[in-house]
């Protein structure tokens, strides 16, 4: 059976399933697509994409 | 484009003028046709690639294959500038297209008053005197009777006026839409498997933007055109609204404005029915308060336990596998599992990203 996620929604996930990921090279094109949606700028160095949400998360 | 093919096509056929109207058109196909313009090879394969519904994807990227119904709008729109009245013709599960003579000529050049009247002594009418042409599939006009006898095999031929006259621009737009979303059905007569990652340069899909968002773009451009030209108080209709509904409850990209300035109108107009809660114009209120509600801001002081990790971050879900990027956290989840510590946990949340499959 084909199960499909649909790309475009948030949900919450848990703390402890979260492994972080911070290597570019294993995040593939399609995600920097949808995270388009979020996130405006990735930063090469962290491999993280950075916030542009600091009113509602200011020490992030 | 479509003014440099029209104007490519009068260089290379100087003495077109000449020509009777059946003349023009069927020479006009057949040069298309030989720069490969329409049509399509594989058809069991590519007929419902997306990438094939698109007159813009067809016109600009080789290999420009493209549904009957594009192929017909290419063929009809170059005919236009050239001075021809071609017209798509909604003929069932393959669209045609008709040909029409100017005012007072026949398509072959005939001049109305010699043209024979029938028995009843009426003058030939609009559909007697045009031509079918399957710009899509052949060289060849389209006799009439071969259309009918088509026709016949359904059970139809008692309607042949509608399937054989030009199309209305609604019923065009509805027959393109429900195209594009029966390409997101899956191939219930093969085996089913997810669409295979395919490099960019593969000219099957779209040529440009995320699959992904160009997918959602095209459903979503499915349920607009009903929710536009479908009566509003059929159920299609009330479908429709319900998945433009559930877009704003799922993520942010509401459209607020979109929905208020085409939508509501439209429900006004019938008055209300359905539900107290299918008035769009309740949607719209309630987001716009949400919108208003200043953001209270979340500090990691305050949290309930420790938030390990940072908005945009990448991370890989531990038991499912996939990939997603953190948009927020949250320390009010539920309590999930009796394995939780005394603190309570702390939940960022995080975006889908990859399809998957599983058994």
């Known amino acids: ?60 | 484009m479509l003014d440099r093919l029209a104007v490519e096509f009068q260089r290379e056929h100087e003495e077109f003028e000449e020509l009777t109207t059946r003349q023009k058109a069927l020479t006009l196909n057949r040069w298309l046709r030989s720069r490969k313009l329409l049509g399509m090879d594989s058809p069991n394969r590519n007929y419902r690639r997306l990438r094939n519904c698109f007159i813009g994807q067809a016109l600009r990227y080789k290999p420009h294959q493209s549904l009957p119904l594009v192929s017909s709008a290419i063929y009809c729109s170059i005919a236009d500038r050239l001075g021809i009245d071609a017209k798509p013709c909604l003929f069932p599960s393959h669209v045609h297209t008709l040909v029409f003579p100017p005012a007072g000529v026949s398509l072959d050049g005939i001049p109305a008053e010699e043209a024979e009247a029938n028995q009843d002594g009426e003058l030939p009418t609009a559909i007697a005197d045009s031509m079918h042409l399957d710009p899509y599939g052949t060289d060849e006009e389209v006799p009439k009777d071969t259309l009918l006898a088509l026709l016949a095999n359904f059970g139809w031929q008692a309607n042949a006026d509608i399937f054989l006259s030009s199309g209305q621009p609604r019923s065009l737009i509805m027959r393109l839409a429900h195209n594009i979303r029966a390409t997101f059905t899956p191939d219930l007569s093969g085996p089913n498997q997810p669409e295979p990652y395919v490099p960019s340069f593969d000219t099957s899909r779209p040529a440009s933007g995320s699959s992904v968002i160009n997918r959602d773009s095209a459903l979503l451009a499915f349920v607009w055109a009903r929710l536009m030209l479908l009566p509003p108080n059929g159920l299609e209709w009330v479908d429709s609204l319900h998945r433009i509904f559930d877009r704003f409850t799922t993520s942010w990209i509401g459209d607020t404005w979109l929905v208020e300035k085409y939508i509501c109108p439209i429900y006004d107009l019938t008055g209300p029915h359905g539900q107290v809660w299918d008035n769009p114009r309740n949607l719209v209120n309630t987001k716009r308060d949400q919108d208003n509600v200043p953001l209270r801001p979340r500090r990691r002081a305050d949290a309930g336990a420790e938030v390990l990790y940072k908005v945009g971050q990448v991370f890989r879900h531990r038991r499912l596998n996939f990939l997603g990027v953190i948009t927020g956290w949250a320390d009010d989840g539920p309590v999930v599992a009796p394995e939780d510590t005394v603190m309570r946990a702390v939940d960022p949340s995080g975006e889908r990203s990859v399809y998957y499959t599983c058994m």
């Open chain 1, 1 to 60: 059976m084909v199960r499909r996620m649909d790309s475009m929604s948030q949900f919450k996930v848990l703390q402890r399933a979260i492994l972080p990921v911070n290597d570019r090279s294993q995040i593939p094109d399609d995600l920097f697509e949808t995270a388009g949606l979020y996130f405006k700028r990735f930063d090469e160095k962290t491999g993280m994409f950075i916030s542009n949400i600091r009113e509602e998360f200011p020490d992030d």
